[in-house]
């Protein structure tokens, strides 16, 4: 006799194809395939997916078989769609697959670049979502009708999730369980995975940024390499300016057409990106680093730095320096 409907597993289906990296896959089956019956509470009932029932290759050096196809991907009660290369195609039967299993009520999920498989499928236009740093950019000028977050580690729009980077998908995954569930069984789960059931911050943590190096000799770059040599004193725009040997004016105009950014906005942004190697290699306090790299004072520095990086100067530092160190 089945089980009454309440009581049904929610179906959760992973796609696989050839050429994947077996992490993000393996994430899913660890979240969803394993059986807890310590937990007490309905679990999920997982099956992979692929466009065809031949062996696929996997990044390694061996191959793995799907035993289901799109069909039942696209009848499933989430849909997670693993990161893939951003520069090969996506089929005309996977596209079709994704819209009929959100039309039919999926919650749909991508971890990193898996988001262009979803984008694909027209299932992201008008949306907030995010994906690896790395290929935010082109996700943006690929797909206009998306509004991409490079800075976050995933983004819940309800239907639809994406997350960035592989581990931020494994963030993702125990956020759906926290929404199923509650925050007790997630943090029982993610005991067990021995990772945090919530981390603090975004990507932009991660992303690499170093101080812009200067290298034309034109007069916009001869005043923003001057900027990176005196980032701890004062810096305004009619400093830059004067380097420059422009008015203010015609300096605003010339820096925003080259940069893209106001002289402001890119002395704050050396400055957040000059302090992270202070913070990762240095016990000074968070105060010295800020007055070093030109903030006027830690509430300032602290503002800043939390805003580019979404976490705080300290939050960086625990996770990024090799020990421990003083300052708030």
Known sequence: MPLPAPYLPHRVA???????????LGCVVELFGLPRPELDVPWYDLTVCAETLE???????????????????????????PGADVHAPVSGELVAALRLAHSRGARMVSI?????????????????????????????????AVRVNPSVLYVDEGDVLTSAGSAAGLDLLIHLVRTDHGPGVANTVARRLVVP??????QAQFIEAAVTAVEDDDAVARAMSWALDNLARPLAVADLARVAN????????HFRRQTGTSPLRWVISQRVAASLTMLEST???????????????????????????RTSPSAYRKAFSGSAATGT
């Open 14 to 24: 992973v796609l696989a194809f050839d050429g994947m990296a077996p992490f993000e």
């Open 55 to 81: 062996p696929l290759r996997v990044v390694g050096g061996f191959t793995m078989r799907a035993e289901h196809g799109l069909d039942v991907l696209a009848s499933a009660d989430t849909v997670i769609v």
């Open 112 to 144: 990193c670049s898996g988001a262009f498989a979803l984008a694909a499928a027209g299932l992201l236009d008008g949306r907030t979502v995010t994906t690896h740093w790395r290929y935010a950019g082109l996700l943006q000028e690929r797909f206009p």
């Open 197 to 202: 059931p919530h981390r603090e911050g975004g």
């Open 246 to 253: 422009m008015s203010q004016r015609s300096f605003i105009r």
């Open 283 to 309: 016990a000074a306090p968070v105060e010295e680093i800020g007055a070093a790299v030109g903030f006027e004072s830690p509430v300032t520095f602290r503002h800043h730095f939390t805003k580019a990086m």
